[in-house]
Each structure stands twice: as C-alpha cells, then as structure tokens.
C-alpha cells in the first residue's frame, strides 16, 4: 500500500482580483511507499511546498487525485498525519511544554506530563520543557516543531525543509531523529535544499522542476547508474605499459595510480594485477554525486 | 468540544501572557477613578454621573476589545503561520472558528467583570454604596458582546482587519439605532426610505435590545420577556453567524 499516491495533480494560483495565474504544480505524479524516508529535492519556486501543502489538505488541488494511506483525502487522514511547516512559528507566549500539551489536546485527549517529558527528551528539549518559545533557538524551534508533528503518533511525517537554517550540529541532530522516527515505522516525506543531507537519509528521491515530477527513484539506482570513473592503486608490478590499454595511469615511486571509466576493464585489470603478482591498495569507484545529478537534471 | 476549549483557552492565555488583559484593567481603573472630576460640576446628581459614566465606560471597553483584538484573531494566526500546525491536525473548521471566537469572549467576559468589580469597589468609597441594581447592564452586556464577537469574526473571515474593525463598529452603532430609524421613518411617513430601514433593521443585528442602561441607572423595571429576549436573540444570531464563519473558512486555503 502506497502511503501517498498523487496522480496528475495541477495546483494554479489564482490572484482574486486581477486575471494573473501562475502554476503551482503541473501534471505531477509521486508515489511514497509505506515506512521510507522520501527526499523532495528541488530549486526554489519548483513546486515542493505546494505538493506538501497539497498533502496535508492546506492548499486543494485545481485538479488531480490525492489519496492517502490507500485511498483517504488529505482532510481525512489528518489525524494520521504530523506536520512540520517550512520556517515554523509558534505560539511564543507558551512554554515547551505547553505547547506540546495544546497540540496534543487537538487530537481530543489529553497527554499525561510523561509522555510530553519523554517526546521533549527525545528531541533534546528536556532542559527546555518551562522555558517559552520567545527564548528558543532557531534549532529549538525546528525541533519543538518535530516533537508537535510527532505527538499524535502520526504515521506520516511530512517536513517541508526541516533542515534549513541550522548549524552542521543541528542538521547532524535533526537527520539523527528523523532516521529514528523512520525506524520506529513511520514514513516520512521531506523537502530540502541540502543535497549532500538527502543523500545521506534518504532512501528514495524525487526532483521537481517547474512544477513537475522530473526523476524519482532509490538513491543506489539513480547514482548507480552514473559512475564516473574508479580510481585503483596498485603496488607490486614493475612492468606498467600494460596498464595504459586499462587507462590512465601515474607513477608515484612503488605505487601506480589507475583511473579506468570502464567497469569491466576494472573488474579485468585487477584479475591481471593479482596474476602477475601485484597488489591491489585500493578501488575507488567514483560515482556521480546528488548534487551533480541534480544539476544535471535541472538543466536538462 | 475539547478541542474548542482547548483553542479558546489558548487564545485567553495569549491575551493575558501579552499583558492585554492587565493593560486594559489598569486603563479601566484610571478611567473609573477619572469619574470622580464630573462630580464639582454635577450640581447635586453626583450618584447618576458616576453611574452613567461607569456603566457606558464598561461598554466602551467591552467594544474597544472586540474591534481592536477580535477582528485580528483570525487574521493573527494566518499572519504569523501558527495556523498551519493547527489546521493540519484533526482540528475541524468549525473548531477552529468557534474555539477563537470564544477565546475572545473568555476576554470580553473577564474584563467586565473585573471592571465590575472595580467600579464596585469604586462605588462603596466614593458614594458609600453600591446600587446592585446596575448588574442588570452587566448581563445584558455579556449578551452584547457574545453578539458582536460573532460579528467581529465573521466579518474577519473575509476582509482585512482594519475593514473588518471598521465594519464592526458601523454594526455595533448602525445596530443600536437601526429600532429608533425604522420608527423615525414610519412616524415620518419616508416612504422612499421605508424599504432600506426595514433591510437594515432586519439584516444587522438589533443592539438596542440590549440596551438597558436607561432603565437601570433610573430604576425602571425590567421585564422578564427582555431578559429572555436578549439571550435568546444573541445565543441564536451568534450561532447563525459562526456557521457561516465556519462555511467561509472551510473554503480557505493557506498559501
């Protein structure tokens, strides 16, 4: 079961007075399947936070079919769904662990002070739970938004660039706890600008450009795909001439430096390095990188 | 309900927490106390001045809240985005509109009763009593206020809340005249203005059946059908505006 299925969606703003329209999305198709981690990468204005909005029922599609969880509106399945807008703001006047208490009163029960203490503790806001929100950090508040997103025990996250605006530690913590959530089984799908931070998270990515789907895929299968080259060091062999139908080569005193594009002429040189006595250091395939691909598909 | 209750409790603590209440409170009180400056040259009704002035300044109050924070409640949280984590939980639309609408009228209620109270205190120093009989006016504001709290954020729902402050008071006055202009146009016979009195009277609310200070600062007699009446009509006008507060909100998207 697919916990997001989007089918030809088209979301046009339309401004109310004057006749000007501009698209939010066009023609746009995405799968999420149920308990991965899906990376929505794409330039600003591309259309990420309008599909997301779209998913948890603040924008309505122009047209299109938007199911959840098997075939609930996004209005519908609310209560199964925890959100994280992008900049997110709350309500200053209350403490930590006030705010938690309110927005757990909004799916109609109330929550026992341990629970909130332990879903605050998780996010790494136990020392904070009497302080207000006026005093919290840019990183406190991403994670005070992660812990309100959680506390219907959703089983869809949706996080419209929950990486954005942190320091390398924040970012480290915040790809830490939504890989946690993952494991505990909830699906989540998430926006970023951050390549290298999808990359490392994510099991499967979509980019849109311009308002439409341009790739989805698993991250092995769309990087795998794309190696550049491999570079191998071999020590042990004397005679290198032989190499050069391989490749390029370099000469660094007893070590030989091989850069072979071809990954059968890699899988055949190392066979021949080992039969004529060699050693094999290291091999290093070097493929493309999100970001590369990334560029690359944007400028197609 | 809980989740109504839980909206409005947290609309009340943002008002309190942000010094609103206890500005208005102090401001209430200073004003009260001014009332003492009429007496020199109120030749021998002292009592009545104080009276008037206590019971129209509550009121005053009570309109300055609900044009000043009512019609930015709604407009506030789509501002600040504080709605999006709201509306994307099992929060109804209806809730969310009656939930705010009663934050609000938690603040209208608190703030008279503790303006009340402090004329009261006012009262039993300056005059040496209290006419208990002016609580009639504070029950038929309540009613008051619940009514022009659900115009306040029914207008909110689809303009700005400057226009929606403005329209809010153009009600609360035009609504409070609109009894006196119908009988003003038929006792003058206008026939050309007979159609648009009748509209107005019976399209905007009738404030002036809440109207009571007259008969409570002189003492007249208060019939049980008025009581009855100004309940009834607020509770059932109110509601009738909530829903279609609800409706035009259901529709709202959030960019």
Same mark, same amino acid.
């Given at each position: 079961?697919?916990? /997001?299925?989007?089918?030809?969606?088209?979301?046009?703003?339309?401004?109310?007075?004057?006749?000007?329209?501009?698209?939010?999305?066009?023609?746009?198709?995405?799968?999420?399947?149920?308990?991965?981690?899906?990376?929505?990468?794409?330039?600003?204005?591309?259309?990420?936070?309008?599909?997301?909005?779209?998913?948890?029922?603040?924008?309505?599609?122009?047209?299109?079919?938007?199911?959840?969880?098997?075939?609930?509106?996004?209005?519908?399945?609310?209560?199964?769904?925890?959100?994280?807008?992008?900049?997110?703001?709350?309500?200053?006047?209350?403490?930590?662990?006030?705010?938690?208490?309110?927005?757990?009163?909004?799916?109609?029960?109330?929550?026992?002070?341990?629970?909130?203490?332990?879903?605050?503790?998780?996010?790494?806001?136990?020392?904070?739970?009497?302080?207000?929100?006026?005093?919290?950090?840019?990183?406190?508040?991403?994670?005070?938004?992660?812990?309100?997103?959680?506390?219907?025990?959703?089983?869809?996250?949706?996080?419209?660039?929950?990486?954005?605006?942190?320091?390398?530690?924040?970012?480290?913590?915040?790809?830490?706890?939504?890989?946690?959530?993952?494991?505990?089984?909830?699906?989540?799908?998430?926006?970023?600008?951050?390549?290298?931070?999808?990359?490392?998270?994510?099991?499967?990515?979509?980019?849109?450009?311009?308002?439409?789907?341009?790739?989805?895929?698993?991250?092995?299968?769309?990087?795998?795909?794309?190696?550049?080259?491999?570079?191998?060091? /071999?020590?042990?062999?004397?005679?290198?001439?032989?190499?050069?139908?391989?490749?390029?080569?370099?000469?660094?005193?007893?070590?030989?430096?091989?850069?072979?594009?071809?990954?059968?002429?890699?899988?055949?040189? /190392?066979?021949?390095?080992?039969?004529?006595?060699?050693?094999?250091?290291?091999?290093?395939?070097?493929?493309?990188?999100?970001?590369?691909?990334?560029?690359?598909?944007?400028?197609? | 309900?809980?989740?109504?209750?839980?909206?409005?409790?947290?609309?009340?603590?943002?008002?309190?927490?942000?010094?609103?209440?206890?500005?208005?409170?102090?401001?209430?009180?200073?004003?009260?106390?001014?009332?003492?400056?009429?007496?020199?040259?109120?030749?021998?009704?002292?009592?009545?001045?104080?009276?008037?002035?206590?019971?129209?300044?509550?009121?005053?109050?009570?309109?300055?809240?609900?044009?000043?924070?009512?019609?930015?409640?709604?407009?506030?949280?789509?501002?600040?985005?504080?709605?999006?984590?709201?509306?994307?939980?099992?929060?109804?639309?209806?809730?969310?509109?009656?939930?705010?609408?009663?934050?609000?009228?938690?603040?209208?209620?608190?703030?008279?009763?503790?303006?009340?109270?402090?004329?009261?205190?006012?009262?039993?120093?300056?005059?040496?009593?209290?006419?208990?009989?002016?609580?009639?006016?504070?029950?038929?504001?309540?009613?008051?206020?619940?009514?022009?709290?659900?115009?306040?954020?029914?207008?909110?729902?689809?303009?700005?809340?400057?226009?929606?402050?403005?329209?809010?008071?153009?009600?609360?006055?035009?609504?409070?005249?609109?009894?006196?202009?119908?009988?003003?146009?038929?006792?003058?016979?206008?026939?050309?203005?007979?159609?648009?009195?009748?509209?107005?009277?019976?399209?905007?609310?009738?404030?002036?059946?809440?109207?009571?200070?007259?008969?409570?600062?002189?003492?007249?007699?208060?019939?049980?059908?008025?009581?009855?009446?100004?309940?009834?009509?607020?509770?059932?006008?109110?509601?009738?505006?909530?829903?279609?507060?609800?409706?035009?909100?259901?529709?709202?998207?959030?960019?």
């Amino acid at each position: 079961m697919n916990v /997001i299925e989007i089918k030809n969606l088209l979301k046009i703003y339309k401004s109310p007075f004057m006749r000007r329209e501009s698209i939010g999305v066009n023609n746009l198709v995405l799968e999420v399947y149920k308990g991965e981690i899906f990376g929505l990468l794409g330039p600003n204005g591309a259309g990420k936070t309008t599909t997301l909005k779209i998913i948890t029922g603040l924008l309505k599609p122009t047209s299109g079919k938007v199911t959840l969880f098997g075939g609930v509106s996004p209005k519908e399945a609310r209560e199964r769904i925890g959100f994280l807008p992008e900049n997110p703001v709350f309500y200053q006047h209350l403490t930590g662990m006030e705010l938690l208490k309110f927005y757990g009163s909004l799916y109609g029960k109330s929550h026992r002070r341990e629970e909130l203490l332990k879903r605050l503790q998780s996010v790494g806001l136990k020392e904070s739970i009497d302080k207000r929100l006026s005093g919290y950090s840019k990183g406190m508040v991403q994670r005070i938004g992660i812990a309100q997103a959680l506390i219907g025990d959703p089983d869809l996250l949706v996080l419209d660039e929950p990486l954005s605006g942190l320091d390398p530690i924040g970012r480290k913590e915040m790809k830490d706890l939504i890989q946690e959530v993952n494991k505990e089984g909830k699906t989540v799908l998430f926006s970023s600008h951050i390549l290298s931070d999808v990359e490392a998270i994510c099991n499967r990515v979509g980019i849109i450009i311009e308002g439409r789907m341009k790739k989805t895929g698993y991250l092995s299968e769309i990087l795998k795909s794309d190696i550049h080259y491999t570079d191998i060091e /071999i020590e042990g062999i004397k005679e290198i001439e032989w190499l050069k139908r391989y490749g390029g080569i370099k000469r660094e005193e007893r070590i030989v430096y091989l850069r072979t594009r071809d990954e059968k002429k890699r899988d055949e040189v /190392i066979k021949e390095v080992i039969g004529r006595g060699g050693r094999i250091i290291s091999c290093v395939p070097y493929r493309e990188s999100l970001e590369e691909h990334f560029m690359k598909t944007v400028n197609e | 309900m809980n989740r109504v209750f839980a909206i409005a409790a947290n609309t009340f603590r943002e008002s309190v927490r942000d010094k609103i209440l206890f500005s208005l409170i102090i401001l209430g009180f200073l004003l009260i106390a001014a009332s003492k400056i009429f007496v020199p040259i109120s030749i021998g009704q002292a009592e009545k001045i104080i009276k008037d002035f206590g019971v129209g300044l509550i009121e005053i109050f009570g309109l300055f809240i609900v044009v000043l924070i009512g019609t930015r409640i709604l407009y506030h949280e789509i501002e600040r985005k504080t709605i999006y984590s709201i509306i994307t939980k099992p929060v109804k639309d209806w809730e969310f509109v009656t939930g705010k609408f009663f934050g609000l009228y938690y603040l209208v209620i608190t703030v008279q009763v503790i303006l009340f109270a402090i004329f009261f205190l006012f009262c039993r120093l300056y005059l040496g009593s209290f006419d208990w009989f002016l609580l009639n006016t504070l029950y038929f504001y309540l009613f008051e206020f619940l009514l022009l709290d659900a115009v306040a954020v029914f207008l909110s729902c689809f303009t700005t809340p400057i226009t929606a402050g403005i329209l809010t008071l153009l009600v609360f006055f035009i609504g409070h005249l609109t009894h006196y202009l119908r009988e003003l146009v038929l006792v003058l016979k206008l026939e050309n203005l007979k159609g648009l009195m009748s509209f107005l009277y019976f399209i905007l609310p009738n404030f002036s059946v809440f109207n009571v200070k007259a008969s409570v600062v002189y003492h007249h007699q208060i019939s049980i059908n008025t009581y009855l009446l100004a309940i009834s009509y607020s509770i059932l006008y109110s509601m009738i505006l909530l829903i279609i507060s609800s409706v035009l909100y259901a529709k709202r998207e959030y960019q």
